[in-house]
């Protein structure tokens, strides 16, 4: 018996009960999501649509008949019936909550997939124990808790067994960005830094933490695509089995030192106290960080595939920018220049971001727009380079009595 008020909305190919908007609102009258005795976010339909992608592409990638799913933080079970209805999935679910469990079961029936999806109230790290020991072996565990993924990584990894792909939401950004430097230090075992590429930090602080847990029981693990989105970082981690592999993958760790004043990143091996080679300037350091690429051109490729395949997606338009950002951006490394915070040290009027691109490639690197920031680029050229393109164009849109000085002193030519 569900005792608050409720309302109909459709996401995707999915009918859902959900508890009514206008029953949890704020004060300034936005909804709040956790004051709902049911959790259900409408503004993290984006990151369901990408899910839903990620799984028709992943079955196509691995030859799976049929994916199996699971969710052990269901909350209304939106997330598990769009796995199951719009990626023909075999979902397990479960939420601590009788109120999540009763209105999933209604949801079931509304969606006539109870032979899709498995409900079961219990604790997410005892559920996920639990399914291990009956031997359910899923291609996915969805890990897309309110905070961080951290508590629930162990029992994801054992449930896995060193196979499928752990996909996991993380929305303490602010520890991951280093805004919160103890938590970051506390929760991640990383050093704590914050630098101007801060979301790619977040990212590649997950990737890594993930990398090192995943080495413990000699997993390797790999990011198949893992981006930042709408305040939060979102990871498709796939694992193999074999001590060998988990060394390897344990290879793309690495230190990520930067220069806060000219913007300088390299990754280093080691931990030690270093200065920017260009500036002079005392380097920070924030890691261990995932140094390799964060996607799969693969993967992408049949992800942009499936879109074109479907027309039920809530953010069509949105998933192709994504996806093809990334796409451009996988074979980059090297976090992306902050193109404002740059000019900003050179006292430099900003240059259009396409023209920089344009005059990077020309000289035969690879340099493209990101996803992470509408304000930054990502390059493989080396530093002198960027900072000598982004001079020269700024210098010829900047009037002779605006020109600063750090400018003189670092051209290259």
Request: aromatic fraction near 10%; glycine fraction near 4%; include cysteine.
């Amino acid at each position: 018996m569900l005792n608050f008020p409720l309302r109909r909305v459709k996401e995707g190919l999915v009918e859902l009960l959900v508890p009514d908007f206008d029953a949890y609102k704020r004060p300034d009258g936005v909804y709040e999501p956790a004051w709902a005795p049911v959790f259900y976010n409408p503004k993290m339909d984006f990151n369901r649509d990408i899910a839903v992608l990620f799984a028709r592409a992943y079955a196509r990638l691995r030859g799976i008949d049929r994916i199996v799913v699971v969710e052990p933080l269901a909350g209304s079970g939106v997330r598990a019936l769009r796995y199951a209805i719009e990626a023909n999935a075999i979902v397990y679910a479960s939420d601590i909550s009788s109120d999540a469990i009763a209105l999933i079961k209604e949801n079931i029936k509304l969606n006539n997939a109870e032979n899709r999806v498995f409900v079961q109230r219990a604790d997410a790290n005892r559920y996920m124990e639990q399914l291990a020991e009956e031997r359910v072996k899923p291609h996915i565990v969805d890990l897309d808790p309110f905070g961080s993924p951290a508590p629930f990584l162990e029992a994801a990894l054992d449930l896995l067994g060193g196979r499928g792909v752990l996909a996991a939401t993380a929305t303490d950004t602010a520890p991951l960005s280093g805004t919160h430097a103890k938590a970051l230090r506390r929760r991640y075992d990383v050093v704590p830094a914050r630098t101007a590429w801060e979301k790619e930090q977040a990212v590649r602080v997950l990737v890594g933490y993930i990398v090192r847990r995943a080495a413990n029981r000699e997993y390797a693990a790999k990011p198949l695509l893992a981006y930042y989105a709408d305040h939060y970082v979102r990871v498709y981690v796939e694992f193999e089995r074999g001590a060998r592999k988990a060394d390897k993958a344990l290879e793309m760790l690495a230190y990520a030192y930067y220069c806060p004043i000219c913007q300088y990143t390299d990754y280093y091996k080691h931990y030690t106290r270093r200065r920017c080679p260009y500036c002079n300037t005392p380097m920070i350091v924030v890691g261990p960080v995932y140094s390799g690429p964060l996607a799969s051109e693969k993967i992408i490729t049949l992800m942009l595939e499936e879109l074109n395949k479907v027309n039920w997606l809530q953010n069509p338009k949105r998933a192709y920018e994504l996806l093809s950002l990334i796409m451009a951006e996988a074979p980059i490394t090297k976090p992306y220049y902050r193109v404002d915070r740059l000019c900003s040290w050179l006292h430099l009027n900003m240059p259009k971001l396409s023209k920089i691109i344009e005059v990077l490639q020309s000289k035969g690197y690879r340099a493209t727009r990101t996803h992470f920031d509408p304000r930054g680029i990502k390059t493989d050229a080396p530093h002198s380079i960027v900072v000598d393109t982004v001079l020269k164009l700024a210098l010829s849109s900047t009037p002779q009595n605006q020109i600063g000085f750090n400018r003189i002193n670092y051209s290259s030519t």
